[in-house]
Each structure stands twice: as C-alpha cells, then as structure tokens.
C-alpha cells in the first residue's frame, strides 16, 4: 500500500532563511507525488507534482522538489521564507494501477515564519 | 472556471442527528472524492465515484455514513447519526481521469466544517 512520511510536525524558520520540509514516500509502483498548502481556513492549494518527467520539479510561490527514487524522498524546498509561507504543508503521493487512484496524504507539516 | 463547490460551509449538531453535505464538482470530471480532515491531521479518502458508481469505499464507516451520485454530477453525504468524533472538515475533490489513471485536474472545494456538540 503507499503512503507517506512527513518527517516534522513543525518547522520554524525565519523569514528570508531557506525552508526545507522533509518527506518520504512508500509505492508499489511508480508513484505521482504531490505537495499541498493549506492556509488558515482555507481549501488545499496544489503546489507542484511530479509525475515521472523531470526529477527536480518546480512549483509556485518559489518552491520546488526533488524526487529520489533511491531515497524514496520528495523533500520540498524554498531559498527564502516570507512571512506568507505560513501554513499546513502536505506531502501526498498517488499511485498509477488498476482500480482505484485515491491521493494519499501525510499528516502535515506546519510552517511557521518568524519575522 | 468554476470551482469544486460545497455546502454548507459550517454546520453544528448534537450528537445522534444526522447532517447531509453537498457537492458540485468540475464541469466534466468523472470522479468525485470525499475525503475527512480531523483537525491536526491529513484528509484521509472516505469514498470515490468514478460517473455514479462506486469506486471505493472501504474507508467509509457504512453503519453511519452513506454516500450518493445521483446522475454523476452532484453528490451527498451524510451521516446518521452523528458521533462526537465525526467532527471534522469534509472535503470535496473531483479530477479528469479515472481507475488506472493518474488524476489530474485534481480539486478540492473548501470544505465543510462539522461540530458535533
């Protein structure tokens, strides 16, 4: 069965200092594996996918991810916090077979931005 | 384009009463998705409709909560009768594609927040 690992219920950072938000993934099978935001009463906003093109994937607000397949990670990245970056991160990870393709989600990173 | 859109946005019972949400995906997406979002922690899959049929629904606690697509189109959910652990957000997806296929056009409405008091 797939799933994923967040591996920080909270990181905090200061603004303008790198943002790194640790993942790790289980697939039977080729994997897509997603990063959702969530802010404060708000819907999940995709924030980049990938989905076996590209190993480094590029998403908005600046942030981006790297698949290692030898690490089974998808650790997403951002160079400098802004106090906007605030929020519930959630790493998802979906699997292409037969039946159904539910998205699967870790249980969330909250990012808090110091000014 | 239109959102994923859900009602009502919150809603507040006593336990043992029952509550029905609603949803209206995507013009076009053939799968539709509830999920459960207890606060502190991931949406987790209730059910999944590819048209109006049933997909999955192997996380869906069926002694209290049914889930129905009539036309393919909009769906409800609802529970009867509501425990205090039901408290949570219910979310709304619907995406292109279909079992076998990765989704995409993946989107989620804002959800509905439920108290149960």
């Known amino acids: 069965a797939q799933s994923v690992t967040q591996l920080d219920s909270h990181v905090s950072v200061s603004e303008g200092t790198p943002v790194l938000l640790r993942c790790n993934y289980s697939s039977s099978y080729s994997p897509s594996l997603f990063w959702y935001v969530q802010h404060p009463n708000k819907g999940l906003q995709l924030l980049l996918k990938?989905?076996?093109?590209?190993?480094l994937v590029k998403g908005i607000n600046g942030f981006e991810a790297e698949f290692k397949k030898s690490e089974t990670s998808f650790h997403l990245t951002k160079p400098s916090a802004h106090m906007s970056d605030a929020a519930e991160y959630f790493c998802v990870v979906s699997e292409k077979r037969s039946g159904n393709t539910p998205l699967v989600f870790g249980k969330g990173t909250r990012l808090s931005v110091i000014a | 384009e239109a959102g994923v859109a859900q009602s009502p946005r919150y809603k507040i019972i006593e336990k043992r009463q029952s509550v029905a949400f609603w949803c209206n995906p995507i013009?076009?997406?053939?799968?539709l998705y509830w999920y459960q979002q207890i606060l502190g922690q991931g949406p987790k899959l209730l059910i999944q409709?590819?048209?109006?049929?049933?997909?999955?629904d192997s996380q869906l606690p069926k002694d209290r909560f049914s889930a129905e697509r009539l036309k393919g189109v909009d769906s409800t959910l609802k529970i009867q009768p509501a425990k205090l652990e039901d408290s949570a957000v219910y979310l709304c997806?619907?995406?292109?594609?279909?079992?076998?296929?990765?989704?995409?056009?993946?989107?989620f409405g804002s959800g509905t927040r439920l108290t149960v008091v």
């Open positions: 013009s076009g997406h053939a799968t």
């Open positions: 409709f590819q048209n109006n049929g049933v997909v999955d």
């Open positions: 990938y989905t076996s093109a590209a190993t």
């Open positions: 997806a619907s995406s292109l594609g279909g079992p076998g296929q990765i989704p995409y056009g993946y989107t």
